[in-house]
């Protein structure tokens, strides 16, 4: 034991004059390991680095989560309707893990392939987003006005075609900006970078639209889908307005210029996250989760349900053919009679004219209501003898 003892000792003492020379280079609050361009991720002086890194890491933590519950809960989705939201939803969750983790990108210090990554992929994940949002856009309209959805795979096929796009834009700009004017990747201007995603803001308001469609339908079974949606596309509008204002105006106002670049897009990345993890993904995971509501037999006897649910229900469903039959000759027969009386067939005296045949009969007529009460038994009705003709009229 004293071996070890004495080995742990002089490590520790190692260490301890490790840290005092290099307490100059290492920010407060980083550990081992980690230094110059990393130290963003672990400077407790700066505030808005641990903040930024704290939110993306339990937001990336919270998709991931959604996304293994919806796959694993898959087979239990059994209505086509929803299940055709399944592969947009999921494919929305994927984009928004991957905005969580680009704003680690701008906790790192700049270099060409950190500024080329950051260019590349800023505007194919917020196009993935925003077409995931288009397609299911689509899909609550078409549910809202024809009661039918588009399939899954045409869905997930549109998203991923619309999202195709933006990456063309952005691999087009990087080659003419770094490859063909001999540019530095890092060198570009805020402005420059806000119309490379014109498109981008183009398929958020086209989703905006589709949404707005969605709530001039027929059917309300959807309507909360539509209103989450629509609220979705228009706060990720509003952040949208600020922080590209804040970043190609608001820093040159306060002479922030450079500095507060990075900052403005990391936090810009984790709201979005955050706002469409909420507002749009949570609740199209559980509208398609959620269990179809199990239809209920109408009860006539009470008041308080809807008049409308008992005119369209019908009484001659609950009764059997053969009574259904003996009502109608009933009803028959009583026509005839109130015929032969309006026609002056009866007269005084016995030469006149005897009732008809249907007059004679004088049977009890259940009603419907009295027939289903009853079980739909006729056996205990009462009816006249054979040779009974009647009450003469005199």
């Known amino acids: 034991m004293a071996p070890l003892s004495l080995c742990l000792f002089f490590c520790v003492l ?83 893990v991957g905005l969580f983790a680009l704003s680690f990108a701008y906790l790192i210090e700049q270099d060409q392939t950190l500024c080329v990554v950051r260019r590349a992929l800023w505007g194919a994940l917020f196009a993935l987003c925003f077409s995931c949002m288009l397609a299911q ?75 707005s469609c969605g709530l001039c339908g027929k059917t309300r079974q959807w309507r909360c889908n539509v209103v989450w949606l629509l609220l979705s596309c228009l706060l990720s509008l509003l952040l949208w307005v600020a922080w590209v204002g804040f970043y190609v105006y608001g820093n040159e106002a306060l002479k922030k210029a450079p500095h507060w670049d990075d900052p403005v897009l990391a936090v810009a990345l984790v709201t979005q996250g955050w706002l469409l993890l909420l507002c749009h993904a949570a609740p199209e995971a559980h509208a398609c989760l959620r269990s179809p509501p199990q239809p209920s037999a109408p009860d006539y006897f009470d008041t308080s349900q809807n008049s409308s649910r008992m005119r369209e229900t019908s009484f001659d469903e609950d009764i059997p053919l053969s009574h259904r039959q003996f009502v109608e000759n009933q009803s028959y027969a009583f026509d005839e009679n109130a015929a032969g009386l309006r026609s002056g067939g009866h007269h005084n005296g016995s030469t006149g004219a005897r009732p008809s045949a249907p007059f004679r009969s004088n049977v009890y007529q259940p009603t419907e209501m009295t027939m289903i009460l009853n079980g739909g038994a006729v056996s205990a009705v009462p009816s006249a003898p054979p040779t009974y003709t009647g009450r003469q009229l005199w």
């Not at 290492?26 to 808005?48: A, H, K, N």
């Not at 890491?57 to 399944?86: D, F, P, Q």
């Not at 899909?139 to 869905?155: H, I």
């Open 137 to 211: 856009g689509v899909r609550l309209r078409r549910l809202a006005q024809e009661r039918r959805s588009p399939g899954g795979c045409a869905l997930t096929g549109l998203a991923l075609g619309l999202s195709a796009v933006q990456g063309i834009i952005a691999a087009e700009w990087l080659l003419l900006t770094v490859l063909r004017e001999g540019h530095e990747a890092c060198e570009f201007t805020p402005l420059d970078f806000c119309l490379a995603c014109s498109y981008v803001l183009l398929l958020l308001l086209a989703a905006t639209v589709a949404a």
């Open 14 to 96: 190692s260490l301890a004059s490790s840290e005092d020379q290099s307490d100059a280079a290492v920010p407060w609050g980083c550990g081992f390991g980690l230094s110059r361009p990393y130290t963003l991720l672990c400077d407790l002086e700066v505030v808005w680095g641990v903040v930024v890194e704290a939110l993306a890491a339990g937001g990336a933590l919270a998709a991931v989560l959604l996304a293994l519950v919806l796959l694993c809960r898959l087979r239990s989705i059994t209505e086509a309707e929803k299940r055709s939201g399944v592969g947009p939803t999921l494919l929305v969750l994927i984009a928004i």
